[in-house]
Structures are given as C-alpha cells and as structure tokens.
C-alpha cells in the first residue's frame, strides 16, 4: 500500500497541491493519505475526490483577512473578565469557507482512506481520527485511534490544524484537541501502522539554524523558536523509527506567510516531486496492491 504523508507548516502546507499534482501527471493514485494540520486539509479535500487543479484554485482564494488578529478582543476579555482569550487569532472566516466544501462529510464519505492527526490535551497523546481502526494500531501505544465512519470530518481537520495560541483549540467528545504537530508532525509513524508498505512524504522543516531577529527576539519569536526546535527533534526521532521504505521532499519553513506566495508554493512542491520522479513511479509499482 501506497501512502502519501503530509506535514504540518501554515501556508507552506499547499505545497502539498503540487505533490498531487506531479502524481496526476505521474497517473499514481495513493492507496491512503495521512496529514497533519495544513497537511490534513489538503489531504483531506484530495480523498474526498478533490483534484490538484480544484485544490489550486481553491488556495489561490485565501486571503490574510481570512485570519483576523483578536488584539481588541484579547484586550476587552482581560480588562472585563479578568481572563486571557482563547488565540490570537480568530480564523473563523476561513473555517466558515472550508465548510462550504467539506459539508457534513464523515471519514465514511472519502474516496482515498484518510487519517487525520490532532493532540488531545487532556489525553497528553496524539489523536488520529480514520477511515477505520487499522489491525496494527498497537504499534504506536501512545496514540488514541478514533474509528471515524460516524465522525465528520470537519471537525477533525480544525483539530488538527487548531496552533497552540494562535487557533482556538476544538473540543470532540470529552477531549480539547490542538495542532497535532505538538506531537506528530510528520506523521510516517502513523502511515506505517496504517498498513503502508511505501510512503511519499512531506515534511516542511525549519530551517536547521535559527536567523536570530535583530535587535533581539521578541515574546512571540521566542516561543515559535522553542517549539519549532521541539517539532524538529521529534520528528528526527520518529523518522528513525519508521521501517517501510519512504521518500521526503524537504522543504524548509520561512514564516513568510503572504498568501500572494501560494502559486509559488505550490509550485515548488510539484518540482521538488518531479525531480525524482523515476524513483516515485518505481517505489509506487512495486509497492502496488
């Protein structure tokens, strides 16, 4: 089974629209999708049956209003309730444009098997939320397999891509779910125990040393630094313990998130795959069912 694995990264993530695109080109289909916060966006819209062009022009609408800061709100909620806010951000206007398309779909409704990894807070593990429960899901103890043909889909997605501070976390069941980069950004772990024999993956990396702001770094630059450090360590860990044979296209995080940027984004996603393209198409015909 042929898997295509999709990291987490912000707007870096439609990167992913031009793996699928060079698949297309390619006539490859993955026999399963696996995606972490914006890589479960794109992977998810692409086993609904959503194509590279339909996923491109949709990117393309997005714009920074879809993101609105919440200073004032932040302000008004500590002066009046004595509390801090949920985020920072309030991106309910881009949720409001995914839901138009993803609908009341559950992981039932897809045409590629999806899994889709959040960080449960109060289970202090990683959540993936499946097209079903795969046999081998023992071999990963510390992640919480929810069986999703009754569960939308959509939920799981603002799960998944809900970044600690900035996104407001999404609550499903009894569980308070974020970003699911916390604990597994690059999800091959996951591919694996799955039932994957082969996976194409996207890992967008923090560049391997830290441009340190001038004159110095502030609260916010801190933080990220911190936690991008974590993610990158862990990754390095949990790639070592995948087995299956694996190809990673690299690419390395900029935090430059101008949305004029996507066709280029998408655009270096689809050469970095096209350059190994001989590789890919023998990977995925002897991996093949």
Known sequence: MRAVVL????????????????????????????????GSIIGALYALGWTASELRDLA???????????????????????????????????????????????FADVQIPIYVVATSLTHRTSVVFGSSVPPAFSQLPYVYWVDGKEQEIFPALRASAAIPGFFPPERIADMILVDGGMT????????????????????????????????????????????????????????????????????EMDHNADMARIPHIIRSGYEKAMERQAEIIAEFDHHGE
């Open 60 to 106: 393309v609408t997005i714009r920074r209003k879809d993101m609105i800061w919440n200073w004032r709100r932040m302000g008004r909620t500590l002066l009046t309730r004595h509390t801090l806010a949920e985020s920072i951000l309030d991106p309910e206007p881009f949720w409001n444009k995914l839901r138009q398309h993803v609908g009341q779909k559950t």
């Open 184 to 251: 597994d950004d690059f999800p091959l772990d996951v591919a694996q125990a799955a039932g994957a024999t082969y996976a194409l993956g996207l890992w967008i990396d923090e560049p391997l040393r830290w441009k340190v702001p001038t004159p110095s770094p502030h609260l916010l630059q801190v933080l990220n630094a911190s936690v991008a450090a974590a993610i990158h360590h862990m990754t390095v860990l949990k790639k070592k313990s995948v087995t299956i044979p694996h190809l990673v296209v690299r690419l």
């Open 7 to 38: 990291g987490g990264g912000g707007i870096l993530g439609v990167a992913a629209i031009g793996i699928f695109q060079a698949l297309e080109e390619m006539n490859l289909r993955p026999d399963l999708i696996v995606g972490t916060s914006s």
